[in-house]
């Protein structure tokens, strides 16, 4: 029978679940010290409660023998920034927080993180200005997806089409006009998996 988590227990346990949807394997003592700013006996020690508490099993004899004991409803990832859903913003505003996601909009191995959106260019996607926007990060879309870029130095998140040498950045907003621009100027960070609306 599992009970309850402290706050740092929450962040460890979210971070093992991470790593091993991301990995395909267990994070090592040493990883979750790394991750966390610990000692190895302080991240043992963390690893010892979860343990205690049910939420996971382990191998005391292997070094990356972390098994999660029932797979959580949801996980915590990084709000990396804010997201231009409109003419674009700077880079990657630093916003220190994480939000907590289904963990159905994790698919497959991989990198996933959020930005807030800011403007009304995807409003016809359901997209609105104070959204989170959750992404996996990943270099390359097909055409017709979801995409967070980065054109001329600012990131925004638009529908993206790549056509011979060109780009067509396609927003979900009748009133707004596509950018074409050449692939050289567009660099693709992360594909659209969900959406998160927080009502005040």
Do not use: W
């Not at 130095?153 to 009748?174: H, S």
């Not at 074409?180 to 100027?185: L, T, V």
């Amino acid at each position: 029978m599992t009970q309850h988590l402290t706050k740092k227990q929450k962040k460890v346990l979210d971070f093992i679940t991470s790593f091993i949807q991301q990995n395909g394997y267990s994070p090592s003592i040493r990883d979750i010290a790394r991750h966390f700013k610990l000692t190895p006996r302080g991240a043992h020690i963390h690893v010892l409660a979860l343990e205690k508490k049910g939420y996971i099993t382990r191998n005391p004899n292997r070094s990356r023998s972390i098994t999660l004991t029932k797979r959580p409803e949801s996980i915590s990832v990084p709000v990396k920034g804010k997201i231009a859903a409109g003419q674009g913003i700077e880079m990657f505003e630093e916003i220190d927080e994480e939000i907590e996601i289904p963990i159905r909009m994790i698919k497959g191995f991989g990198d996933y993180f959020a930005l807030k959106a800011e403007g009304d260019s995807m409003i016809d996607a359901h997209i609105l200005d104070g959204d989170f926007v959750i992404l996996k990060r990943q270099y390359k879309v097909s055409n017709g997806q979801i995409a967070a870029v980065v054109y001329q130095d600012k990131i925004t998140l638009k529908k993206f089409y790549l056509k011979d040498d060109k780009v067509i950045l396609v927003p979900e907003n009748k009133s707004m006009e596509p950018i074409i621009c050449s692939a050289k100027e567009v660099r693709v960070i992360g594909k659209l998996v969900g959406i998160i609306r927080i009502y005040e």
